[in-house]
């Protein structure tokens, strides 16, 4: 059972996009209900894309997810035929890019590459097909916490459930400061929540590192 159908947290049943099954693990065990723990994370592999293939034939695109990146960009959720992984897919459309916008794009993939936290959502596949570039992240089921403040808690979130998306935030942004970088752009459509529980911090490309 999520922690998002706790009935100390919201009176909501939450659902996710489009989730075939659900994972137990132990190790999320700061977040409780009535003295029951919540296990919020599958297995590591759950989120794990690494090992899909980079041929457009093989993903079957699903439901618009959303636009973006000066509505050059629109995402989609795909399945992966060959193995029927769910994931999430950026097609960008490269000759309608200003060469600015070319720029911004590559340094999203660079960064990509840089940044590996397990509260950081980056591009985890990234290859073109024509004049599409396509970039793969993992699926994030219960969508951004802006969408469910908006569907789901219309009154305002629980304190505990606030504290559990900013224990993933701040996590992120430790690791981020770390490395150097800072985000510039934490709001509620960049806190992500997969169908496994774990928070996600998206907005890679709005890190710009800083001299110590």
Not at 96 to 104: I, S
Not at 153 to 172: H, R
Not at 186 to 203: D, P, T
Request: hydrophobic residues 35%; negative net charge; aromatic residues 8%.
């Amino acid at each position: 059972m999520s922690f998002l159908d706790c009935s100390c947290i919201s009176h909501a049943q939450v659902q996710p996009l489009d989730i075939e099954e659900r994972y137990e693990d132990t190790s999320h065990q700061f977040l409780s209900c009535d003295g029951s723990e919540y296990t919020l994370q599958g297995p590591a592999g759950g989120d794990d894309i690494t090992g899909l293939s980079p041929e457009p034939a093989h993903y079957q695109l699903l439901s618009e997810l959303g636009r973006g990146f000066n509505n050059l960009s629109q995402v989609n959720m795909a399945r992966h035929t060959p193995t029927g992984q769910l994931v999430a897919v950026k097609q960008t459309n490269l000759d309608e890019c200003t060469e600015e916008e070319l720029l911004q794009l590559m340094n999203e993939v660079l960064l990509s590459r840089l940044f590996r936290h397990s509260n950081l959502l980056t591009s985890r596949l990234v290859f073109s097909s024509c004049c599409q570039l396509w970039v793969l992240t993992p699926l994030m089921a219960y969508g951004s916490a802006d969408t469910l403040l908006r569907t789901y808690f219309p009154d305002g979130m629980s304190e505990s459930l606030i504290a559990y998306l900013l224990y993933g935030v701040l996590k992120a942004l430790e690791y981020l400061h770390r490395m150097g970088y800072v985000h510039r752009g934490v709001k509620a459509s960049h806190i992500l929540l997969s169908g496994e529980g774990r928070v996600y911090l998206s907005g890679a490309p709005q890190c710009l590192q800083y001299d110590a």
